[in-house]
């Protein structure tokens, strides 16, 4: 597990400076097959652009809700899912033009 955790850091650390990288993630989530592994990498982006807080006074979702929409284990609604996804886009740009 020592070195999925040590990916997992790498993959934040590399999320949280580049934005080519941020960008290419994003898509490749909305492209994965696998909905876990699509709600992951989404959360992924939130721990390393922003927070929760942030993203649920943006959604209009509560907090705790969001934990939940962005738990692989979850099967979370459609509509929840791509609020996250059109905020973490919109956030992307801003984030890119502050770098």
């Not at 993630?25 to 909905?35: R, S």
């Not at 989404?42 to 993203?55: G, I, Q």
């Not at 809700?65 to 801003?94: D, Q």
């Amino acid at each position: 597990m020592k070195g999925l955790r040590d990916h997992k850091a790498a993959i934040i650390e590399q999320l949280r400076k580049d934005e080519r990288f941020r960008n290419a993630y994003l898509n490749e989530a909305l492209n994965e097959d696998e909905p876990a592994v699509v709600l992951s990498m989404l959360r992924d982006v939130v721990e390393a652009t922003r927070s929760f807080t942030w993203l649920a006074k943006e959604t209009g979702l509560a907090r705790q809700s969001l934990y939940k929409v962005l738990n692989k284990e979850a099967n979370p609604e459609f509509r929840s899912v791509w609020k996250v996804v059109r905020i973490l886009r919109k956030s992307n740009k801003t984030l890119a033009h502050a770098d």
